[in-house]
């Protein structure tokens, strides 16, 4: 909580300071927590949105922003899993390291080199200020 700028619990805050700093971007790319939120995300999104990547995307950023990607964030995200997938599928050993970050169990009917991309796609999203600042 110190990463984001959070009160200890000992006192009682009015209104939090918007603060935007590296540590917090560093921290949400990182860390083992945010990576397996990202990866539990990437297979909600292909569960719960159909098999297109365009309804997955829109899915996983309504999820964490709160609000549809416009066609240019949607354009962005749909290049950035392209770029992911032909990484990950080409590269097994990175795949399975990043599938096994955290104890939430992977879904075994999912495509695993999907699913990584997804969770890189994912991790992306959610360091966008948006997710995390109430603005």
């Given at each position: 909580?110190?990463?984001?700028?959070?009160?200890?619990?000992?006192?009682?805050?009015?209104?939090?300071?918007?603060t935007n700093t590296p540590i917090q971007a560093l921290t949400l790319l990182n860390?083992?927590?945010?990576?397996?939120?990202?990866?539990?995300?990437?297979?909600?999104?292909?569960?719960?949105?159909?098999?297109?990547?365009?309804?997955?995307?829109?899915?996983?950023?309504?999820?964490?922003?709160?609000?549809?990607?416009?066609?240019?964030?949607l354009n962005l995200l749909t290049t950035l899993f392209d770029r992911a997938y032909?990484?990950?599928?080409?590269?097994?050993?990175?795949?399975?390291?990043?599938?096994?970050?955290?104890?939430?169990?992977?879904?075994?009917?999912?495509?695993?080199?999907?699913?990584?991309?997804?969770?890189?796609?994912?991790?992306?999203?959610?360091?966008?200020?948006?997710?995390?600042?109430?603005?």
């Amino acid at each position: 909580m110190i990463a984001f700028d959070a009160p200890n619990r000992s006192v009682c805050t009015v209104k939090r300071e918007h603060t935007n700093t590296p540590i917090q971007a560093l921290t949400l790319l990182n860390d083992p927590e945010f990576m397996e939120a990202a990866r539990v995300l990437a297979q909600r999104m292909q569960l719960e949105a159909g098999k297109t990547i365009d309804h997955q995307l829109n899915l996983g950023f309504r999820l964490l922003c709160g609000r549809y990607p416009d066609a240019t964030e949607l354009n962005l995200l749909t290049t950035l899993f392209d770029r992911a997938y032909t990484k990950y599928e080409n590269n097994p050993e990175a795949t399975n390291a990043l599938l096994e970050v955290g104890a939430y169990p992977l879904n075994p009917k999912l495509d695993r080199v999907q699913t990584a991309a997804l969770t890189q796609v994912a991790s992306t999203i959610m360091n966008f200020d948006e997710a995390y600042m109430k603005r």
